[in-house]
C-alpha cells in the first residue's frame, strides 16, 4: 500500500509466556530437567539463603538465566538482562511473568558470585548436562575450529628470494621491484620487514596477499 497507515494501534494484546516456545522446541526438556535439579539441590540452597520464598525463587529464577546465556552465547551479563526485558521465550524460561523487573547488569553479576561461593552453580550445571546426555540431547562434536587472516602491514614489494640476498634498494621508501614472469611462493619467497607474514588468499582465484594466519580450538 501507498501513503500513511491510518489503522489504529492495539491497546490491549492477551499473550500466555507459553506461545514464546513452540511445542517441539527441547527448551521444554531442558527446563522440566533444571526443575527437577533445582529441587533436589533445595537444601544447599537452605545453607546460604533464608528460607523466605521471594529469596529462593529468584536463586532460581537467576540459574536458570545462567544456564540461558551457556544455551544461547549470550556474551555478557548487561545483554542477557537486555534480552531478558523483552524476550518473551527467555521469560517463559525463567518463568518470570509478563510485568515482573529483571535484575539490574550488577546485581544480577553480586548474586551470580554468590551461587559460586555457595558452591551450588557447579552441581546444577553438572546435573542438567548428565540428565542431557543421557537424554541424546547433547552433539557428540566436543570440539570447534575456526581461523582468521589477519592482513599484515608489509607490502608486497618486500618480498625478496630467501636464495638471493638482496642489495640495497633504489628507493627506500619506494623501491623498484619487478615480478613479471617470477613465481612467489612462501618456500621461496619472504618479506624483508615481516618475516612472519605468509602468503595466502581467502579464497581461489583471490589475489594473495601478506598476512597472519590465527586459527582458535574451542572445546564445548
Not at 1 to 29: D, E, K, Y
Request: hydrophobic share 35%; glycine share 6%.
Amino acid at each position: 500500500m501507498r501513503g500513511a497507515t491510518s489503522r489504529a494501534a492495539t491497546c490491549l494484546v492477551t499473550c500466555r509466556r507459553s506461545n514464546g516456545c513452540r511445542s517441539f522446541s527441547p527448551l521444554r526438556t531442558i527446563r522440566a530437567m533444571s526443575d527437577d535439579v533445582l529441587r533436589r539441590l533445595s537444601p544447599r540452597f537452605d545453607a546460604i539463603y533464608r528460607r523466605d520464598l521471594p529469596t529462593l525463587d529468584s536463586a532460581w529464577h537467576l540459574l536458570r538465566t545462567l544456564l540461558l546465556q551457556v544455551l544461547y552465547s549470550v556474551r555478557s551479563e548487561r545483554m542477557l538482562m537486555e534480552q531478558l526485558e523483552y524476550n518473551l521465550l527467555f521469560r517463559w524460561f525463567v518463568r518470570l511473568g509478563m510485568d515482573d523487573d529483571v535484575w539490574a547488569p550488577t546485581t544480577f553479576t553480586n548474586n551470580r558470585d554468590r551461587l559460586l561461593e555457595g558452591d551450588i552453580a557447579g552441581p546444577f550445571s553438572e546435573d542438567v548436562v548428565a540428565q542431557a546426555r543421557g537424554r541424546r540431547l547433547l552433539s557428540a562434536e566436543h570440539f570447534t575450529i575456526d581461523g582468521t587472516l589477519r592482513e599484515a602491514w608489509a607490502g608486497q614489494k618486500s618480498l625478496r628470494r630467501k636464495d638471493q640476498p638482496g642489495g640495497p634498494p633504489d628507493d627506500p621508501g619506494n623501491p623498484t621491484v619487478n615480478f613479471l614472469g617470477e613465481r612467489r611462493s612462501n618456500q621461496t619467497h619472504q618479506s624483508t620487514t615481516d618475516p612472519n607474514s605468509r602468503l595466502f588468499k581467502k579464497a581461489k582465484g583471490d589475489e594473495a596477499k601478506l598476512a597472519h594466519l590465527s586459527e582458535v580450538l574451542l572445546e564445548k
